[in-house]
T-cell receptor, first 116, second 112 residues
Framework: GAVVSQHPSRVICKSGTSVKIECRSLDFQATTMFWYRQFPKKSLMLMATSNEGSKATYEQGVEKDKFLINHASLTLSTLTVTSAHPEDSSFYIC????????????FGPGTRLTVL | KQEVTQIPAALSVPEGENLVLNCSFTDSAIYNLQWFRQDPGKGLTSLLLIQSSQREQTSGRLNASLDKSSGRSTLYIAASQPGDSATYLCAVPGAGSYQLTFGKGTKLSVIP
């Protein structure tokens, strides 16, 4: 149990386009999900906290108008990178709070975004 | 602000050896600590979670310990195998928050 999926796993797009990444909790409900960004050989950097039914909370330095987050249901959060630029190229990973007593987070397999 | 440090940054061992990965954190007011594994280009796989009230957790060949007062955790891997090669990350949630702060990881290579 506690499986999180992401779609797509890999995407290549042109500069100026928008890209949507989906994060789904497959076998549990998650009122809270998190979006991370990871640069090569670096650790994960939290971008924002996604709460079902309310606005996302963004970390300092993360542009909310560029990285749109929608947590429309208890099993789905989406991250839309708007007007993508090459510097947005990165590995994006989501996680979902399990809601179990231990409040464990489960992570998706990640999405590799390349902006040309 | 919570800071998490992992030592060593990289480790190479021959197959069959037992090994220890270290994690330290600056703010001991945590309510759990998680160890993850990340394979190249992949997401994170949760290995073990230790609650602040626990001192250790075991799963197969893995054993994680937690000394909250000293701000340290160790991940012990017994009888290492080439398939254990990956980057191991430890992470703790912030005070009053579920947001995780990660260490930079230890890249483990197990040589056949």
């Amino acid at each position: 149990g506690a499986v999180v999926s992401q779609h797509p796993s890999r995407v290549i797009c042109k500069s100026g386009t928008s890209v949507k990444i989906e994060c789904r909790s497959l076998d549990f409900q998650a009122t809270t999900m998190f979006w991370y960004r990871q640069f090569p050989k670096k650790s994960l950097m939290l971008m924002a906290t996604s709460n079902e039914g309310s606005k996302a909370t963004y970390e300092q330095g993360v542009e909310k108008d560029k990285f749109l987050i929608n947590h429309a249901s208890l099993t789905l959060s989406t991250l839309t990178v708007t007007s993508a630029h090459p510097e947005d190229s990165s590995f994006y990973i989501c996680s979902a709070l399990s809601g179990r007593a231990v409040n464990e987070q489960f992570f998706g397999p990640g999405t590799r975004l390349t902006v040309l | 602000k919570q800071e998490v440090t992992q030592i060593p940054a990289a480790l190479s061992v021959p197959e069959g050896e037992n090994l220890v990965l270290n994690c330290s954190f600056t703010d001991s007011a945590i309510y759990n600590l998680q160890w993850f594994r990340q394979d190249p280009g992949k997401g994170l796989t949760s290995l073990l979670l230790i609650q602040s009230s626990q001192r250790e957790q075991t799963s197969g060949r893995l054993n994680a310990s937690l000394d909250k007062s000293s701000g340290r955790s160790t991940l012990y891997i017994a009888a290492s195998q080439p398939g254990d090669s990956a980057t191991y990350l430890c992470a703790v949630p912030g005070a009053g928050s579920y947001q995780l702060t990660f260490g930079k990881g230890t890249k483990l290579s197990v040589i056949p």
